[in-house]
């Protein structure tokens, strides 16, 4: 038996046919911001394999992030660094996805504009600091104002500096505990032979 097809439902199915079924033939890209152990993002164009390869290389990082934590601490306390470790300096490498693609090309065309609209916005306030500190020079209390201002600009300077030492460290600590793991791992083997 033959039934009738509405209108109502072969627009549907029509739209559904121009507007699903294209987006999942090719390969989708997606924008994925990923954060490094210092805290910094990038913005990178990724396929599926690519997030799912990232994905798994952060999930087995996890796996050795608090013992290399601690592995980095006891370094940071041997070779007398001042103070104590900076443990929240060190962050865990992550990722989030933030927009699709139907193409590569459109996700480069939409990085590359946004690369340039912060590098617009990041001259502008160039511009913006310079204004104002000759604006500041022609005050007679900003010998002051200076001398606090580079203050805090050093300080900042050694917090960035022990924040890099510190990941520095962490990253080593990384390394020997992956290769421990990779020797405990070839012992357990050699001992159970035949099994796999």
């Known amino acids: 038996m033959h039934y009738p097809i509405s209108a109502k439902y072969l627009s549907t199915a029509l739209l559904l046919l121009t507007t699903v079924l294209p987006l999942t033939a090719g390969t989708r890209t997606t ?12 913005e990178v164009a990724m396929d599926r394999e690519e997030m799912q390869a990232l994905h798994q290389e952060i999930m ?3 796996r050795f992030h608090m013992p290399a ?11 007398g660094e001042k103070g104590n470790f900076p443990k929240t300096a060190v962050k ?5 996805k933030t927009n699709t693609f139907n193409s590569r090309a459109d996700a480069e065309d939409y990085l590359d504009r946004r690369r340039e609209s912060k590098e617009e ?15 500041s ?11 606090r201002q580079s203050k805090k600009e050093a300080s900042a300077k050694k917090r960035m500096e ?9 990253l080593e600590a990384m390394d020997m ?3 421990k793991e990779a020797e405990r791992l070839e012992k357990q083997k050699s001992k159970t032979p035949g099994q796999f």
């Open 31 to 42: 924008i994925v911001k990923v954060y490094d152990y210092k805290g910094s993002v990038e």
């Open 60 to 62: 087995q990082e996890a």
């Open 69 to 79: 934590l601690i592995e980095a601490e006891k370094a940071w306390k041997e070779r």
């Open 92 to 96: 865990r490498r992550r990722f989030i």
């Open 121 to 135: 916005f990041d001259e502008k306030k160039l511009e913006r600091e310079k204004k104002s500190s000759k604006n």
């Open 137 to 147: 020079k022609h005050n007679k209390s900003s010998s002051k104002s200076k001398d």
């Open 162 to 170: 022990k924040k890099e030492q510190a990941v520095e460290y962490y």
């Open 177 to 179: 505990v992956k290769q």
